[in-house]
């Protein structure tokens, strides 16, 4: 998974958050860094430890006349680090996000003042996690990591980080069903307002208009695709795939961005089964995204992508399509339509996920379309057969929603998701599904004609279970 990105954090620290080390994190007291609203420090972990001695030590304690005593203490003190673990991870993911630092104290105005240790260990952040899912509702997205003393491997930091939620307001639940709406104030945690509270729910709701008119932006973004291809309008069909992110994410169009964009794409073939006619040839930009096409000359040929700095984008993908025998129609690959939405579904999740520093969610869906005439669907192995009844007239789309760690990384996350948005396109031929995947994300050989040696080394590299083909 890789992490959030806080680049005024990061600045502080020296080093991206995942990557700093112990020596950069106590290097906060030297500052002394303090207290902000992306940013909490805490002196003593949550996770109270049990008494010395363990089992033997509890048994001494039974047999004395306070072990009631103790044991209810020690149970109210476990409960106040669940309550504070909660209500701090959910005071950040109200407000703007940020960094939760375990094993740095801070002073009386919130600066960082002095280095504590705590104890850490893989347990530490199982626990969390029990207490994050039954503590704050909605649980936000947290990702965590210890940073142990290189001198005593058993203490050291807990870091703990929390992204922009877009599901506030985050509530956390007390003792008897209460519930708080804790956020980030300055250096200090306050809690909303019962009209505060209200203002976020109604936020919640207009932030998902907001994304399903962000769709529509998407739709323009096509639209720029098409208007950058108007003089290649091609003979056969095209796919287009689209994303866009819950979770903004957050890259610069600069002049040393956009050389960083076309090193990393000039050239790059990013797709798995048409490789040897899908490559990035020129490069351009716009306002606040970036542009990469397969022509030559400044025309732009397929594959086009735009890549907004926000994380959303769009890629534009030549599909095999030949004229049909009966009419005017265009017979479309079935395995080129496949190999377009899962390699475009791919790239763009890595460009929002490891460009932009996104994460979380995003929307995506995939689009048929052809320049002229109707469309069918075929399977060509050379020959060329009829998949479904139905003629469409229109360009069929489809939409899904899916992790973009899950689209990022080659696995059977991503072929399910493939599986689930070129299910609704087939569907609309009145074909069922695609046979070169699952719904469970495995690849399905005897689905794959000219592209079947690409998948097979493809799915055996990433580990996806391969379904081969029947022997007679």
């Not at 069903?177 to 203002?199: D, F």
Request: proline share 5%.
């Amino acid at each position: 998974m890789t992490a959030w990105r806080f680049p005024r954090l990061e600045a502080l620290l020296g080093a991206r958050w995942d990557r700093v080390t112990y020596r950069q994190v106590a290097g906060m007291v030297d500052v002394p860094a303090p207290a902000a609203s992306d940013l909490q420090l805490r002196g003593e972990p949550y996770q109270v430890a049990d008494t010395a001695g363990g089992p033997a030590a509890d048994a001494e304690i039974a047999d004395n006349a306070g072990a009631a005593r103790e044991r209810a203490r020690r149970g109210e003190a476990r409960e106040r680090g669940r309550d504070a673990l909660a209500r701090d991870v959910a005071a950040l993911a109200n407000g703007a996000g940020g960094l939760l630092v375990v094993g740095i104290a801070a002073d009386s105005q919130g600066r960082a003042a002095t280095v504590v240790p705590v104890p850490v260990s893989a347990g530490d952040l199982r626990w969390m996690d029990t207490v994050l899912a039954t503590r704050v509702c909605p649980r936000p997205l947290t990702q965590a990591r210890v940073v142990a003393d290189p001198d005593d491997r058993g203490r050291g930091f807990l870091l703990i980080a929390v992204a922009a939620s877009v599901s506030g307001p985050h509530a956390v639940s007390g003792a008897g069903g209460t519930l708080t709406y804790p956020r980030r104030s300055g250096a200090t945690t306050v809690n909303l307002s019962e009209e505060e509270v209200a203002q976020a729910y109604r936020r919640r709701f207009a932030d998902l208009d907001a994304r399903e008119s962000d769709l529509g932006d998407l739709d323009d973004v096509h639209g720029q695709i098409r208007r950058l291809l108007h003089r290649s309008a091609p003979d056969g069909a095209r796919v287009t795939v689209s994303l866009l992110p819950d979770i903004p994410g957050d890259h610069s169009v600069t002049a040393a961005s956009h050389h960083a964009f076309t090193a990393e794409v000039t050239g790059q073939v990013p797709f798995i089964g048409a490789r040897d006619r899908n490559t990035w040839t020129a490069h351009t930009l716009r306002p606040g995204r970036f542009i990469a096409h397969g022509g030559a000359g400044g025309e732009p040929r397929e594959p086009v992508c735009v890549l907004h700095s926000t994380g959303a984008g769009s890629i534009a993908v030549r599909v095999r399509a030949t004229p049909a025998l009966t009419d005017a129609s265009r017979q479309i690959s079935d395995e080129d339509v496949v190999d377009a939405v899962l390699s475009g579904l791919r790239f763009l999740a890595r460009h929002a996920r490891d460009r932009t520093g996104t994460g979380g969610t995003a929307t995506i869906r995939a689009q048929i379309e052809t320049a002229s005439g109707d469309l069918r669907l075929a399977h060509f192995s050379p020959w060329v057969d009829q998949l479904g009844d139905a003629v469409l007239s229109h360009s069929p789309s489809s939409t899904g929603r899916a992790d973009l760690d899950d689209l990022a990384e080659d696995g059977s996350r991503l072929v399910a998701a493939t599986h689930h948005l070129t299910t609704l396109l087939f569907q609309e031929f009145g074909y069922a599904e695609p046979a070169q995947t699952s719904g469970d994300g495995r690849i399905r050989l005897a689905g794959w004609a000219t592209w079947r040696t690409e998948y097979l080394v493809w799915a055996k590299e990433s580990g996806i279970p391969v379904d081969a083909p029947d022997r007679d």
